[in-house]
């Protein structure tokens, strides 16, 4: 089963795995849980688990994907070596084995993806431009560039689509300040920046306007359903991240992944 590649399914899609060094007792943790929900219905499709911390001298993330009744399928870690708006990362999702991911190496960076379980691995070099983003890195960049969306300045950056092994250019323009279940905050939306990005639904994202967090994304995810489609969701983060368990992340880290939410 191969992933969709149209238009709409290639913004989200946020590396080698993680070291087998531990996380140290004192290193700080923190941990953020996330529901996605189906636009049209509500349905709770699928909880997310979201980790910080730091290994060594590099911040590190680890996103569980879970099922409605928690157990994990699918995997993300992300790690910062460079810039923080182009990370490495490495992403599995155990039901039809899809992985894809960005890694450093001496001779350059590497996209890399695996379409299914049993399926070769498809690499290719990639060069990154200097505001070239990556993953998780989309966030680090709105943060980045947060007077000028707040001034109301749009932003175009190229984004790095793995199943096409290239970037492609996506351009994120300022939308109306709302309130967000009590909360002051900032509507964004996001399209490609092409010609025909008028056909591709545009991605909704609204940040808190305290500390510029994720509070809420609208759109194609790039979790699929079971039959290989990306879903249309409403994900949520009800709650700031807050202090964990190093001993919890080290249980995140080994967590098994089923093959079916279902089973």
Same mark, same amino acid.
């Given at each position: 089963?191969?992933? #969709?590649?149209?238009?709409?399914? $290639? %913004?989200?899609?946020?590396?080698? =795995?993680?070291?087998?060094?531990?996380?140290?007792?004192?290193?700080?943790?923190?941990?953020?849980?996330?529901?996605?929900?189906?636009?049209?219905?509500?349905?709770?499709?699928?909880?997310?688990?979201?980790?910080?911390?730091?290994?060594?001298?590099?911040?590190?993330?680890?996103? $569980?994907?879970?099922?409605?009744?928690?157990?994990?399928?699918?995997?993300?870690?992300?790690?910062?070596?460079?810039?923080?708006?182009?990370?490495?990362?490495? %992403?599995?999702?155990?039901?039809?084995?899809?992985?894809?991911?960005?890694?450093?190496?001496?001779?350059?960076?590497?996209?890399?993806?695996?379409?299914?379980?049993?399926?070769?691995?498809?690499?290719?070099?990639?060069?990154?431009?200097?505001?070239?983003?990556?993953?998780?890195?989309?966030?680090?960049?709105?943060?980045?560039?947060?007077?000028?969306?707040?001034?109301?300045?749009?932003?175009? *950056?190229?984004?790095?689509?793995? #199943?096409?092994? /290239?970037?492609?250019?996506?351009?994120?323009?300022?939308?109306?300040?709302? /309130?967000?279940?009590?909360?002051?905050? *900032?509507? =964004?939306?996001?399209?490609?920046?092409?010609?025909?990005?008028?056909?591709?639904?545009?991605?909704? $994202?609204?940040?808190?306007?305290?500390?510029?967090? $994720?509070?809420?994304?609208?759109?194609?995810? #790039?979790?699929?359903?079971?039959?290989?489609?990306?879903?249309?969701?409403?994900?949520?983060?009800?709650?700031?991240?807050?202090?964990? /368990?190093?001993?919890?992340?080290?249980?995140?880290?080994?967590?098994?992944?089923?093959?079916?939410?279902?089973?």
């Amino acid at each position: 089963m191969y992933p #969709s590649t149209r238009p709409s399914a $290639l %913004f989200v899609g946020l590396l080698v =795995m993680l070291c087998a060094a531990p996380v140290g007792a004192r290193a700080s943790v923190h941990l953020q849980d996330a529901l996605a929900h189906a636009r049209d219905g509500g349905a709770l499709l699928y909880r997310e688990s979201h980790w910080q911390y730091r290994q060594g001298d590099m911040v590190r993330r680890l996103v $569980l994907y879970r099922c409605p009744d928690g157990r994990a399928f699918a995997r993300k870690t992300v790690v910062e070596r460079g810039a923080p708006h182009a990370p490495d990362f490495d %992403f599995e999702d155990a039901r039809d084995g899809y992985r894809e991911g960005v890694r450093s190496t001496p001779a350059g960076r590497w996209v890399y993806v695996r379409p299914r379980a049993g399926a070769p691995m498809r690499e290719r070099r990639v060069d990154v431009p200097p505001n070239g983003v990556i993953d998780a890195g989309f966030d680090a960049s709105v943060r980045q560039h947060w007077g000028r969306l707040r001034a109301g300045r749009e932003l175009a *950056q190229p984004f790095l689509v793995p #199943s096409r092994m /290239d970037f492609i250019p996506v351009r994120v323009r300022p939308g109306a300040a709302v /309130d967000w279940r009590g909360m002051p905050a *900032q509507r =964004m939306t996001m399209r490609l920046d092409r010609w025909y990005g008028f056909a591709a639904p545009a991605m909704e $994202l609204t940040y808190a306007l305290a500390d510029r967090r $994720l509070l809420e994304f609208a759109g194609i995810a #790039s979790i699929r359903d079971a039959k290989g489609d990306h879903q249309d969701v409403r994900i949520t983060f009800p709650q700031a991240p807050v202090l964990a /368990d190093a001993g919890k992340l080290q249980q995140a880290l080994a967590a098994p992944l089923v093959r079916d939410c279902g089973a």
